[in-house]
Nanobody, 126 residues
Framework: VQLQASGGGLVQAGGSLKLSCAAS????????MGWFRQAPGTEREFVAA????????RYVDSVKGRFTISRDDAKNTLYLQMSGLKPEDTAVYYC????????????????????WGQGTLVTVSS
C-alpha cells in the first residue's frame, strides 16, 4: 500500500483547498481511510475519517461543517474538501489507510492506521 497526498498550499483565512490522496494497493473496501494533521510542536491529531463503504464519516469537532471527506474508489483517491479555513488549521496534513473488520467501521486513532502518506502542508494566513 502506498499513499501520496497532494493539494496543500498557502491560502487566506476564509478560503478553500481540496486535498487529494492517491492510494495504490487499497482496493479492498475493508480499508477505512482518514486524514490527520500535525502542527509544529504538537501531536498528530485526527481530522476526518470515512469507512470502506464510503457512507459513514466522522470529523473532529473543530472542522465539522467546514471540511468534507470523500473517497472515489474507481480512482483510488481520498479527498478532503476544506472551506472556511482558519489560521489554526495550519498544519501538515496526512492521509492514512487501515484495515477494518467491517466495511462500515470508522477508525479514528493513529494506532488503527497502518499506512500513511508523506503529508502535504496547508498554511492559512490571517
Amino acid at each position: 500500500v502506498q499513499l501520496q497526498a497532494s493539494g496543500g498550499g498557502l491560502v487566506q483565512a476564509g478560503g478553500s483547498l481540496k486535498l487529494s490522496c492517491a492510494a495504490s494497493g487499497v482496493t479492498n473496501r475493508h480499508y477505512g481511510m482518514g486524514w490527520f494533521r500535525q502542527a509544529p510542536g504538537t501531536e498528530r491529531e485526527f481530522v476526518a475519517a470515512i469507512t470502506g463503504s464510503g457512507d459513514v464519516t466522522r470529523y473532529v469537532d473543530s472542522v465539522k461543517g467546514r471540511f468534507t471527506i470523500s473517497r472515489d474508489d474507481a480512482k483510488n483517491t481520498l479527498y478532503l474538501q476544506m472551506s472556511g479555513l482558519k489560521p489554526e488549521d495550519t498544519a501538515v496534513y496526512y492521509c492514512a489507510a487501515g484495515w477494518t473488520s467491517s466495511t462500515r467501521v470508522i477508525i479514528t486513532t493513529t494506532s488503527q492506521y497502518k499506512y500513511w502518506g508523506q503529508g502535504t502542508l496547508v498554511t492559512v494566513s490571517s
